[in-house]
């Protein structure tokens, strides 16, 4: 069975850029529920001890009524746990040099990336998530509805920016631009290079 991943900082620690309010609601509520709902769906089943990223990568594999709930669920704890991993409460760190030199080299520079995903983190229609992902040695921005992710399909994502309105609506309400302008403040460059290798 799951559990609730503490956050590695406190409630308060991303702080202007993303506020208490919003953080105690969307890991203490919105990723514990979740957890709950995965833990529902698989409890009884021969998937009790499965790992997460092997209920994702097998939905369509699962029985019948057991896919909308580990797609939904699953996803969302497998989401939300990498997110609050990717953040960090020291304004980001230095992006490190290799990183820079990959990201130049697939986006031209580091500004350009970043409107680039800001405009798929935009474009996102609804609720869902836009990635930074490598595949085939590439780095690439991808868009996901609800709680999907390239995890579905085997890949590791290096970034993600969580676009539902329940990670902005409070402090930004309307205004996802603004909340993603907000959000380079406190991106973990040093785990997003672990996460390329
Ligand atoms: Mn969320």
Redesign the pocket.
């Known amino acids: 069975m799951f559990t609730l991943p503490d956050l590695p900082y406190a409630y308060d620690a991303l702080e202007p850029y993303i506020d208490e309010g919003t953080m105690l609601l969307?890991h203490g509520k919105?990723?514990q529920t979740y957890v709950d709902k995965l833990n529902a769906a698989i409890k009884g089943t021969e998937y009790e001890d499965a790992e997460l990223t092997e209920l994702l990568q097998n939905i369509d594999n699962l029985p019948s009524e057991m896919q909308l709930p580990v797609r939904h669920n699953g996803g969302?704890h497998y989401?939300?746990t990498f997110?609050w991993n990717i953040m960090s409460p020291d304004g980001g760190g230095e992006l490190p040099s290799e990183l820079d030199a990959r990201i130049a080299t697939s986006f031209g520079d580091l500004e350009t990336f970043k409107d680039k995903f800001a405009e798929a983190a935009v474009s996102v229609f609804g609720s869902g998530w836009v990635w930074l992902i490598e595949e085939n040695g590439q780095l690439m921005i991808e868009r996901s509805p609800l709680q999907d992710s390239p995890m579905m399909r085997g890949i590791e994502p290096a970034l993600g920016l969580?676009v539902?309105e329940?990670?902005y609506y409070l402090k930004y309400q309307n205004k996802r631009p603004d909340y993603i302008e907000a959000w380079w403040s406190v991106v973990n460059w040093e785990e997003v290079a672990k996460r390329l290798g």
């Open positions: 969307h919105h990723h969302g989401n939300h997110f969580d539902w329940h990670a």
